[in-house]
């Protein structure tokens, strides 16, 4: 559940009002789920991990943990958050009337549709060795992942806007589709740091590593439907509120939780193998349909 707002102008070009031009913006807060989990490492203390597919070379994959504390060996903390952001959107439009009465209207609509959806994931972890007599005793290892998609839709809008109107009560709708190009960018960073007298830091985390960190870009085709119904009550021929449901819907969106690779050849750890075989985790371009709905309400003022 995300708060949002939308603002919707517009100026009638004839006096017979056949013909209108306008804009639209709208904006969603965004939204960040959490994650975390602690352990000291005791003998009654959870042993915590992050659980990866294990691809060792001329090994078949098995199920294995990165382990961030164990018992008696080391102490740790795992930390991570997904957050969707920047969901925004914008239209130019023009309006021309194709038939009307007076209690109806209906009107093709036809203009420009912009979009952008943002969305990130994030992982960290933290463990220092606490067993004196083992000789890593007193090493801190640090790892960061860091997950980054961004997708921006342009298109061109065409559809139909309607109006029924009986009293002071109206129902307004707009019924578009969108049709352009979108594109997608997935961004992998990640490093880890051990510390022991000194500190060293190499390029990969976890599911972030020299495999399938960079900046991962591609252009797709996409459709962008999206249904809008309104209902007014008119307080004075200038003034009324309305209340509504709307509903969004956008192809081929690229998310950061479908780019994350959870098979891992784990020889890479630590800046290890420079030439993995096999090349795990690899970037493959994942995409999906992405839809938002909501009830909508607020004020209009015609003059």
Do not use: C, K
């Not at 017979?16 to 003998?43: I, K, M, Q, Y």
């Not at 597919?53 to 903390?77: H, I, Y």
């Not at 690229?254 to 630590?270: C, R, S, W």
């Amino acid at each position: 559940m995300q708060p949002g707002g939308r603002v919707t102008f517009g100026i009638w070009l004839d006096p017979e009002h056949n013909v209108a031009a306008g804009g639209r913006f709208f904006g969603l807060g965004g939204d960040t789920t959490h994650f975390s989990a602690t352990s000291a490492g005791g003998p009654t203390d959870p042993v915590i991990g992050v659980p990866f597919v294990d691809a060792l070379p001329n090994t078949p994959p098995f199920n294995n943990a990165f382990l961030v504390s164990e018992t008696g060996v080391r102490s740790g903390s795992i930390s991570s958050q997904a957050t969707t952001n920047n969901i925004i959107g914008a239209e130019a439009f023009t309006e021309i009337m194709m038939m009307r009465d007076s209690r109806r209207r209906v009107d093709l609509v036809a203009g420009y549709q912009f979009l952008r959806l943002d969305d990130s994931f994030a992982l960290n972890t933290n463990a220092q060795y606490i067993d004196p007599f083992d000789p890593r005793f007193g090493t801190t290892i640090t790892t960061s992942d860091r997950f980054t998609a961004h997708n921006q839709f342009h298109g061109g809008q065409l559809g139909l806007r309607g109006r029924m109107a009986r009293g002071q009560w109206s129902l307004n709708t707009l019924g578009v589709v969108s049709i352009g190009n979108v594109n997608q960018q997935v961004i992998i960073a990640g490093n880890n740091t051990v510390t022991f007298g000194g500190a060293s830091t190499t390029p990969g985390g976890i599911f972030s590593q020299p495999t399938n960190i960079g900046t991962h870009t591609q252009n797709r085709f996409a459709f962008l439907p999206q249904l809008n119904a309104n209902l007014n009550y008119n307080v004075t021929p200038n003034l009324s509120f309305h209340i509504g449901y709307n509903i969004i819907w956008i192809s081929n969106v690229a998310l950061t939780g479908d780019h994350i690779d959870t098979t891992i050849n784990e020889t890479q750890f630590f800046g290890g193998n420079a030439n993995p075989n096999p090349a795990r985790p690899h970037f493959v371009f994942n995409d999906r349909d992405y839809w938002l709905q909501g009830i909508n309400y607020g004020m209009n003022w015609d003059f």
